[in-house]
């Protein structure tokens, strides 16, 4: 796969013509960040919202990529998605971020032309003012932009020619449906700005190489010095060498969900410590296997009994790879472990800044009251309010940025086996800068998106 030098990547300005090696001007060059703008991020499938957001008709939310802005409204036909611009003298329609507009739908704040929720204009000022060519509906209705729906998100493309959402994702889609992915809603939302490359911003996440140094927290539950979770009976260690692993993978556990507030969800933890006593296998080799075993049962059987739409997840992993990291490409990331769903989202801001969104998914009762949640909470990246885990990333994302401006330092040195997922999705950006065919790009975005610690394969061009 070395230096394969096919048209037209040829053209591509610091390709990656050695997979193991990412040049770094990827990450700050304003031509190359001019390319991404131009060809990339026009034509790829974008989260752009949770359904939940909008859950009546006549809600709507913004998405805004670069400086492109789109209305994702809910209409009583179904959730559609256009330009937010008025047709007339390109003001921006929707203004706030998210809003309710049923009965007078969207109104240009310059002239007052009006549209309904379905994009339909409703109303020009003095119209015999205008040609009639100039006011045909094709002319002055808004303009749709394409939106397919996976897993409880709408998802954006301005390339009407682009194949279709779900072909693009390909075997990630399944594994992550099989979740019930399209069930969960957002339990809390947090927002902040890097000062870093968006690309830069999700390669962290890509690869679990840098838990030990970056994340000792994690390790520590398994060390010879941990802590207890908190709600655990005191007290002297435990005695046995079975009733230590389970304190200690409960221990790991619960500095998890604390570390993500989302990945494990403190509930799951909950339920994790009633089983600290129960009866092991004589096969120390099978005790992690028992222990996952009867907490995904009791899970499930649970939130059964609450009316939780929780799936069997002992049926799932045993039809499905498991993995805590699942990435869909280009910028959207999804953490399951067990009922609940931690995400990201990341947005690039410029060649050095970008936008870097968490979430939390969980499953609830159709009965159990919920209030949506109308946006993110901002941050500062250095905010001490953030959990621990991606706080500690946070610290180390700006140094990177930094360090890439050094003399001596040419290129990303990738390991072959565990940080494939840069590599695979770093040439799958290429084909798009270099304007690789349509059907070989959608083989190489299913082959891009995937499980994290993942080795280095041939994309396909």
Known sequence: MNDIGRPPLNSVPYRVSNPEQIPVQRYYDEEFYKLECERLWPRVWQMACRLEEIPEVGCWVEYKILDKSVIVVRTKSGV???????????????????????????TCPF?????????????????????????????????????????????????????????C???????????????????????TILPTNWKLAMEAFMEGYHTLRTHPQLMTAFGPEWTRPSGMAGGPKASTPAQEFLERTISY?????????????????????????????????????????????????????????????????????????????????????????????????????????????????????YVPVTGPTFLAYDSKEYPQVPMQDYYNLPLQQEGLHSGGFEYMRLSRDEEGRISNYQRLIDGFLGGVDQEKLTKGYQIASGAFNTPIVDIGF
């Not at 094709?138 to 749709?144: H, M, S």
């Not at 099978?286 to 009867?294: L, M």
């Open 169 to 191: 994702l390909g075997p990630v889609a399944e594994r992550l449906s099989a979740r019930n992915l399209e069930e969960c809603k957002i339990e809390w939302w947090r927002s």
């Open 253 to 369: 556990m619960a500095c998890l969900s604390e570390g993500m507030q989302g990945e494990i969800h403190p509930s799951e933890v909950e339920v994790a410590k009633t089983l600290l006593d129960m009866e092991l296998p004589e096969d120390q080799s099978q005790w992690n296997d028992a222990f996952q075993t009867r907490l995904k049962d009791e899970i499930y059987q649970r939130g059964l009994a609450k009316g939780v739409p929780v799936r069997d997840m002992k049926a799932v992993d045993e039809k499905y790879p498991f993995s805590y990291v699942e990435f869909l490409f280009p910028h959207f990331f999804l953490l399951p472990v067990y009922s609940a769903f931690a995400a990201y989202r990341i947005r690039p801001l410029g060649p050095e800044s970008c936008m870097f969104e968490l979430f939390s998914f969980t499953l609830r009762a159709p009965d159990e009251e």
């Open 111 to 167: 002239h007052g032309w009006r549209w309904n929720i379905d994009g339909k204009n409703t109303f020009v000022l003095t119209p015999q003012i205008f040609s009639e060519e100039s006011l045909q509906a094709a002319e002055i209705d808004l303009k749709p932009c394409r939106v397919e729906f996976w897993g409880g998100s709408a998802f954006i493309n301005f390339d009407d020619n682009a194949s279709p959402l779900l072909e």
């Open 80 to 106: 559609k998605a256009f330009h937010n611009v008025c047709r007339h003298r390109g003001v921006k329609l929707a203004i706030g971020g998210r809003g309710e507009c049923e009965a007078q739908g969207f």
